[in-house]
Nanobody, 122 residues
Framework: QVQLVESGGGLVQAGGSLRLSCAAS????????MAWYRQAPGKQRELVAS???????NYADSVKGRFTISRDNAKNTVYLQMNSLKPEDTAVFYC????????????????WGQGTQVTVSS
């Protein structure tokens, strides 16, 4: 099947930077939108940033100007460069992808990674 594996999380001081990666592997024909979500303790999961197959990007207002999403289609990988991190960015970050499994598939299925913890200390 399909696996999404995130990496790059960790502990960083406020004002610092981290780069998250998420690699998709398995039975993949094509990938449409890839995205990063986050969930802080006691809060709902929220969209952080997304990027379409045509490289159109969308960001949550809270991260605009600080985070950059990008993708490498040859590697089936999406990245999230996070700069000027704030304590309120502390959360588990999840990647998601809309994946078409075969050339005969008529729809894209959504897959999720297991999450990576990002902790920003003040």
């Amino acid at each position: 099947q399909v696996q999404l594996v995130e990496s790059g999380g960790g502990l960083v001081q406020a004002g610092g930077s981290l780069r998250l990666s998420c690699a998709a592997s398995g039975n993949i024909f094509s990938i449409n939108t890839m995205a990063w979500y986050r969930q802080a303790p006691g809060k709902q999961r929220e969209l952080v940033a997304s990027i379409t197959g045509a490289d159109n990007t969308n960001y949550a207002d809270s991260v605009k100007g600080r985070f950059t999403i990008s993708r490498d289609n040859a590697k089936n990988t999406v990245y999230l460069q996070m700069n000027s991190l704030k304590p309120e960015d502390t959360a588990v970050f999840y990647c998601g992808a809309a994946i078409r499994l075969t050339p005969y598939s008529t729809t894209y299925r959504n897959f999720w990674g297991q999450g990576t913890q990002v902790t920003v200390s003040s």
